[in-house]
């Protein structure tokens, strides 16, 4: 297994839409054992394939507060939207800033597992903000562009000077 760069925000390849993975391979779950060890390494509780620069449509999560309950989704679809939550998110592509973001509260979502079966699940609370999260990502969004635009620049701004003080 290996650990995987993280793409960080505003780089534009977090733009990019993923494709849909045609057939689980040996390749994928090898990619899957990689983004859930960059995942974990970081730390952090949810990982889409774009913030790795592979635009396949892979996310990977684990809410639990011990680590091993991963689920990993290939090709979801939310199905169901219901109610709205205000909660503070953050993002492995952009490190060190938490704002508060507006999303269902409850969802149901497709897709399919690392042996390529279809399931549906049904998720609410930091499950369901964390699935519509990495989902945003497969689509080419990034969790600040559910900000205003201010917040944006100030958060570009931060993350431009944060840069600068590391190198």
């Known amino acids: ?12 390849r977090l733009h990019k839409v ?26 952090g509780i949810g990982l889409a394939a774009t913030q790795i620069d592979v635009h396949e449509q892979i996310v990977v999560i684990d809410v639990s507060e011990t680590h091993d309950d991963l689920i ?29 973001v507006t999303r269902a509260n409850r969802i149901k979502v497709q897709a399919q597992n690392e042996s ?23 689509h080419g969004k990034v969790f600040v562009e559910h900000l205003s635009h201010l917040k944006q620049t100030r958060i570009r701004a931060k993350l431009k000077k944060q840069r600068r003080e590391t190198l």
């Open 72 to 100: 990993v989704f290939i090709n979801p679809v939310l199905l169901e939207l219901e109610g709205t939550e205000e909660s503070e998110e953050g993002c492995l592509s952009v490190p060190g800033i938490y704002e508060t």
């Open 18 to 43: 993923a494709k849909p993975v045609a057939a689980v391979t040996e390749n994928t779950r090898k990619l899957i054992r990689d983004m859930s060890e960059t995942m974990y390494a970081a730390p």
């Open 1 to 12: 297994m290996a650990l995987l760069p993280i793409i960080k925000y505003p780089d534009p």
């Open 116 to 138: 390529g079966e279809i399931f549906q699940l049904e998720a609410d609370g930091l499950l369901a903000v964390c699935i519509q999260h990495e989902i945003d990502h497969l």
